[in-house]
């Protein structure tokens, strides 16, 4: 992979997730980002030129000592394979917030005609339903298939949405929960794609007991992305339903942008639903002495004293890089990492194990890549944190690179 590509790449991501707001003159109009929107997993996630034919995850280990620590840096290269993919049948539901404040900013209407636009996308025998939400769930369109003489039915349906009151989040999830399982069918793609432009202001508003829902149905085989609207979001829970729902997060700004609108997001979630390597789990076993400082490219970490277990999204023909940075008081050690990665390709789960040790010191072209990545959007972050939207001198970190 060339690096140079790689790194102009992560320079427009960058630009397009960070900065494209700034040159708004009325910044209410356009609303400002948070650090939330910022997914380090999708950073580190690249369209690849060397596609393998089978999946495949490569080790790397650099480590680096002080007068009293040994630091050790595990970089994991995960390729998905190149094979032809063909789409799973959808079954879908929509589960759209017509609360009162979707009326700001246009925003009901740019959601309905990138709905509608989404339609080219559904091929027959595609299941499709549609739930809107404010103080109470309604269902507006049955699960149904998607036909050319269902399309008119689909379009009159989301012309006749209107906007609401409060905002019942739970509502509207459990109400298309049903509509998928209706016809959930496991040789499908049932999810619910949750769209909401605030917090849940009726109804149940614990995180944690929205969240033990999200994990029943996928535990029932319902996955569930998000699309958040505006900047009045709680974007902690809507990335922690996608995460554990094992779909998509996906957040937009309020200004009309060439790169960035709902139909640009729900495009994008589209494409992400041809995964040819699906449920991807990372068990690292590490000796006792290493102590894990962070970890970059997952999108869900469970860790214990001696195991690390990393969650990442699926993959489309795509390269995923995941770096886990050790630390220990003991220096010279020649220890053994193992690394076992469980993950679904063609319906059929398979399994690849793989040992590394830290008995080197030099960092590849990779792992300096993924660590000035990492720095440049830290960099954004904190900068967003602050209130100083002016990233240049942070994508300056990525223009550096000379391989």
Known sequence: ??????????????????????????????????????????????????YTEVADINLEVSNAQDNKNLYVELLMDISSSNGPVKRKPLNLCFALDRSASMEENNRMEKLKDAMKEILSSLVPGDYVSIVTYDDYAQVVLSSRQYNKYSDSIFRETIDRITIGGGTNMLAGMLTGYNEINKNHNRFYRN???????????????????????????YDKGIETSTIGIGNNINFNLLHDIAMEGRGESHFIGDCDSAYIDIGYVLREEFSNMNANMENIQIEISFPKHLKVNDVYGASKVIQDEEKLILVCSNLYMKQQFVLVKFQSKRKNKKDKINVNMNFTEDEKRKNIVKQTSFIYNLSSEKMVLANKIIDAVNCAKNRLTNHQYNNFDCLDKLTTLDF
């Open 1 to 50: 992979m060339n690096a140079k590509c790689l790194s102009v790449l992560c320079l427009s991501m960058l630009y397009v997730q960070t900065v494209y707001c700034q040159d708004v003159v009325i910044p209410s109009t356009c609303g400002l980002f948070s650090p939330h929107q910022i997914d380090m997993e999708d950073f580190l996630k690249f369209d690849s030129y060397d």
């Open 191 to 217: 999810r619910l794609i949750l769209m909401s432009d605030g917090v849940s202001t009726t109804g149940e508003k614990d995180p944690n007991r929205i969240l033990k829902h999200t994990i029943n149905y």
